[in-house]
């Protein structure tokens, strides 16, 4: 089983900017992120084939990147032009086989 570790969440001021890293322990296929605020249901944020290709959820066209290093078994979200909503858990997803992160914490302050 491929384990995914996330890091890079934390606290941060309204327009500012995190980038969350998911090392995997094994070989990537499509990857995904998504995250879920209290009290809400999880939501897909962003997803990147093996071959780069990119979607986004309309809330954050234009302000998150997803990328991912194949060499590396890594997939990154950099996130710009923070906002409260966009405070959440994080978590990284391996579309393939099901496998989850732990999560990562991402506070937005106004």
């Known amino acids: 089983q491929v384990q995914l570790v996330e890091s890079g969440g934390g606290l941060v001021q309204v327009g500012g900017s995190l980038r969350l890293s998911c090392a995997a322990s094994g070989a990537i296929y499509t990857m995904e992120w998504y995250r879920q605020a209290p009290g809400k249901k999880r939501e897909l944020v962003a997803t990147?084939?093996?071959?780069?290709?990119?979607t986004y959820t309309d809330s954050v066209k234009g302000r998150f990147t997803i990328s991912r290093d194949n060499a590396k078994n890594t997939v990154y979200l950099q996130m710009n032009t923070l906002k409260p909503e966009d405070t959440a858990v994080y978590y990284c997803h391996d579309d393939l086989r099901d496998y989850w992160g732990q999560g990562t914490q991402v506070t937005v302050s106004s």
């Open positions: 990147i084939t093996r071959l780069g290709t990119t």
